[in-house]
Structure formats: C-alpha cells, structure tokens
C-alpha cells in the first residue's frame, strides 16, 4: 500500500563516487570464504545429477572450511559452518565428517540442522535467528534447495525468484560475511553449456554468485564453476579416494585432474598415434619379410594395407626419420625408387614419426 503523497519523501538515488571502496587509495580485496569460489555475502548453487557425490563434495567442503584447509587447491577461510542436511541420515553425516578428519575439539564448529518447516520464509526467518546466535559462521550449507525453498514449480521463473530473494536478501541486509550455497539437481538431458544443465528456470543460474556444476564425459566425473565474482574453473577431472568406513563407503579427500579439453585433445592424440603406429608396423612387418629388408616403393604401396594417401605420408616420415632408405629415380624404369629398412634407428624415431604426425593432424584442424 502506498503512503499518501503528502508525507511522501523525495525518491533520489544514492550516488557514489568511483574508487569509494578503496583503503589509503588502493583497492580493497574482494573477501572469500572459498578463494575466488565463494565470495561473503554471496549465494551459490552446487548442481549435478542424482548420486553424483553433492552432498559427499558439500560435506568435503565443510571440513575444509572448519580447518582452514585447501577445498580443490583454493584458499579458505577458517571459520564455523552451518549444515542443512536434508537428504542423508545424521548417523552418515557424522560418520563422515569423522571419515574426513573433522575434530570437534580443535577445527571450528560445524553446526548441523536435520529439520525445516514447510515454507521459505519460516526457513529463512530460523537461518537469521541461529546465524545471530553464531557470529562465527561463515558457510552455511543447505542440502537441498528444494527441500528448504518448497518451490512448487523450479521452472517457474517467479516463484523461484522469490524463494532465492529470501535467501540473498537476509545475507546483504544482516550477515554480508556468511556465504549461503545450495545444492540442486541437473537436468537429465545433456547441454553443451553444463550451467545451462541446472534445473529449473533461468533465475535460479541468474540470481547466484557462483554456480558449481558436477558432470560425466565418457564414463568420468568432471566439476565445473562460473562466477560473478571471483575465478571460474573450467571443465576438469574431480578424483576421489574413497575408503571403506563403518561398512559404507565415504570419500576421504578430493583433487583436481586434467582439463576436459585435454582430456579430449589427450584422446584425439591417442587415436592418431594408434592409427600412425599401426601404419608404421605393417611397413616394418612387410620390410622384414623381404630379402635384405628391401623392396621397391611401388611394391610396398602395392603390398601394405590402408588408404594410399596415409601410406605415402607414412613413408614419406620413415624416410625423413632414417628409418628408411631411398635410392634410385621416380619413374625410372631401369633405376626405380627402392626402400631398406634401418631397424637400428627404428626405436628411437618411432616417437619422431607419431609427433610429426600429430603435429601435422592439428594444423589440419
């Protein structure tokens, strides 16, 4: 409802002016609770499909935190931590924190909700009044989204919006230390852009700060994060040592692989270097078989199988590389091209050959 005009005051905007932000006229670092992952006063999405390992990776990430430890050779802050678990039995909770190291004696506390209400606002409103009594918090962690917003419809783009305001508007009004991050489901359908996979409407990638991304490519778990603030992570490898723990298994520790691209630029190099090697063998194979391990180029295009073009190539770099000798004259019938195979320099240039070959492949691309 609004006031009458009369006792309206003037609307203005509040202007400030650049560099406003700066201490002794040098920028002031943007703090983190995770470094250049998630900012303080910040609101974040962890998302992947079902039994991806969310809540494992989210109770990973609590114990770093705690300790003051790396979390995927990122800088945290040390500090206490809130864990909503909505999804797993506290006896596994505990039984993983313990698996991880957490020592409730020396780490800072970690605090574990097990039940909500039926509504967003209730949550929120009992996130504000225990964060007030914890001024030590600086993460907290709500497992799942879902299960505390009570969105009706996630690919409603409202009511989303408003579930997710709470949340962000109840850390930039009282608690602009504490991050917030939530897990999510992804959709089942696979997305060139893995963020554009978090399921239900846009509004719920938009209204984040940092969006992490849990995914599989060819059999493998790969983790992905984009940010507003802060240093996105490109697709990579997210390896695992898992141990069995009072008779389940749990993850004692997670760290970073290779890149998806280099994973896929690793796997095109192995396709071209088994076919060049295989090219490579079946010359040797047929050189061997001849008397003084020689023969007539025309006759070992003739003899060796494969596509003819593939076949000069090949030739053409066992030449280059001693492995084979060429003597006589193309198309001279009375002198025509000959090849002999110099096994001594066969071992050391094979790595030759297929580098050559694979340089040559990615030029072509």
């Not at 850390?171 to 917030?180: N, Q, S, T, Y």
């Not at 509004?203 to 507003?228: F, M, P, S, W």
């Not at 520790?253 to 290779?258: K, N, T």
Request: hydrophobic share 35%; glycine share 6%; aromatic share 4%.
């Amino acid at each position: 409802m609004h006031r009458q005009k009369e006792t309206d005051a003037p609307l203005k905007f509040n202007v400030v002016q650049p560099y406003s932000t700066f201490t002794n006229g040098k920028p002031t670092p943007i703090p983190f609770i995770i470094d250049g992952l998630l900012v303080e006063g910040g609101f974040s999405v962890l998302a992947g499909p079902p039994k991806m390992g969310k809540s494992q990776l989210t109770r990973y990430e609590a114990v770093a935190v705690s300790r003051g430890l790396p979390f995927l050779g990122r800088a945290t802050k040390q500090s206490e931590v809130v864990l909503i678990n909505l999804e797993d039995a506290p006896q596994h909770v505990d039984n993983c924190l313990s698996a991880l190291g957490w020592d409730g004696a020396n780490d800072a506390r970690i605090h574990v909700v097990n039940q909500v209400y039926s509504n967003v606002e209730d949550n929120v409103a009992c996130l504000g009044d225990l964060l007030s009594g914890l001024p030590d918090v600086g993460l907290v962690i709500i497992d799942t989204l879902p299960k505390f917003t009570h969105i009706r419809d996630v690919n409603e783009y409202m009511e989303t919006i408003k579930a997710t305001q709470n949340i962000t508007q109840l850390l930039r009004e009282r608690f602009p230390h504490v991050h917030v991050q939530a897990t999510a489901h992804t959709k089942k359908t696979k997305t060139d852009d893995v963020h554009e996979g978090i399921l239900g409407s846009t509004a719920l990638r938009g209204q984040t700060d940092c969006n992490i991304v849990l995914h599989k490519d060819d059999g493998d778990r790969y983790i992905a994060a984009e940010t507003r603030i802060g240093r996105s992570l490109s697709s990579t490898l997210l390896l695992s040592d898992v141990e069995e723990y009072e008779g389940v298994d749990v993850v004692t520790s997670y760290s970073l692989g290779d890149t998806l691209d280099e994973r896929r630029e690793q796997m095109k190099a192995n396709v071209v270097r088994k076919n060049h090697t295989g090219m490579i063998d079946r010359i040797v194979e047929h050189m061997r078989s001849q008397p003084n391990l020689t023969d007539l180029r025309a006759d070992v295009l003739a003899a060796v199988k494969g596509q003819n073009q593939k076949k000069i190539k090949t030739l053409e770099s066992m030449i280059s590389n001693g492995v084979l000798i060429e003597s006589g004259v193309k198309g001279s019938p009375t002198n025509p091209q000959t090849l002999r195979l110099d096994e001594s320099k066969l071992f050391l240039a094979r790595d030759f050959m297929v580098y050559d070959e694979l340089q040559q492949s990615e030029v072509a691309q």
